[in-house]
């Protein structure tokens, strides 16, 4: 298994330029997310989608767009980018867990996105 | 509101000796807690809940519910130890959601 894929590992953009990244799973995870890590920051949520076809807004998810149209993949998309979006984005994935308690995130290994 | 404060961005301790990573949240329910570590060049990866009440790698973490802290001890530090620590709470909520702290590096030297 490849647990969490992300696609691409490194890209530039200039300001004003728009781009998606790919997470993939194979672990028929239901939730899925997108973070990003900034210095002196730790990882902030930005979308998560509990399920196919179903996403939500986390806690800095202006100017990003997300798409959840297959179970084993999730979108973010940048419309415009700008400089404050340069960032090391991460996805990760949790099963649904029945009961109280939460499940393991499972991390995939990181797109580092430099905007100019 | 939810937050997790790490106080440390960087802990330095030599090879033998204790190590406690502090972390603190602000939660009015009843969240869980976890540890999350970061080796260098892997990905970040759960390293203990509280609710399993395990030690891993020789860490523990006792959930203070009076002090509201999750700290993560350790008595006899390993240079396999130095990374990225990140403390994070759930609020139980649907989602699995995680509120994470700011992380804090520790080297373990020789």
């Known amino acids: 298994n490849a647990g969490v894929t992300q696609t691409p590992k490194f890209r530039v953009l200039k300001t004003g330029q728009s781009m998606t990244l790919l997470c993939a799973q194979d672990m028929n995870h239901e939730y899925m997310y997108w973070y990003r890590q900034d210095p002196g920051m730790g990882l902030r949520l930005i979308h998560y989608s509990v399920g196919e076809g179903t996403t939500a807004k986390g806690e800095v998810p202006d100017g990003y767009n997300v798409s959840r149209l297959k179970k084993q993949n999730f979108l973010l998309g940048l419309e415009s980018a700008a400089p404050s979006q340069t960032s090391v984005y991460f996805c990760a994935s949790s099963y649904l867990k029945s009961g109280s308690s939460t499940d393991t995130q499972y991390f995939g290994p990181g797109t580092r996105l430099t905007v100019l | 509101a939810q937050r997790v404060t790490q106080p440390e961005k960087l802990l330095s301790v030599f090879k033998g000796a204790p190590v406690e990573l502090k972390c603190n949240y602000s939660?009015?329910?009843?969240?869980?807690l976890f540890w999350y570590v970061q080796y260098s060049r892997q990905r970040l990866q759960l390293l203990l809940r509280h609710i399993s009440r395990e030690s891993i790698k020789g860490f523990t973490a006792d959930l203070n519910k009076g002090e509201t802290s999750f700290h993560l001890k350790k008595p006899f530090a390993q240079e396999e130890d130095s990374a990225m620590y990140y403390c994070?709470?759930?609020?139980?909520?649907?989602?699995?959601?995680?509120?994470f702290g700011a992380g804090t590096i520790l080297r373990v030297k020789s």
């Open positions: 994070a709470l759930s609020p139980r909520e649907r989602g699995n959601k995680l509120v």
């Open positions: 939660y009015s329910g009843s969240p869980e």
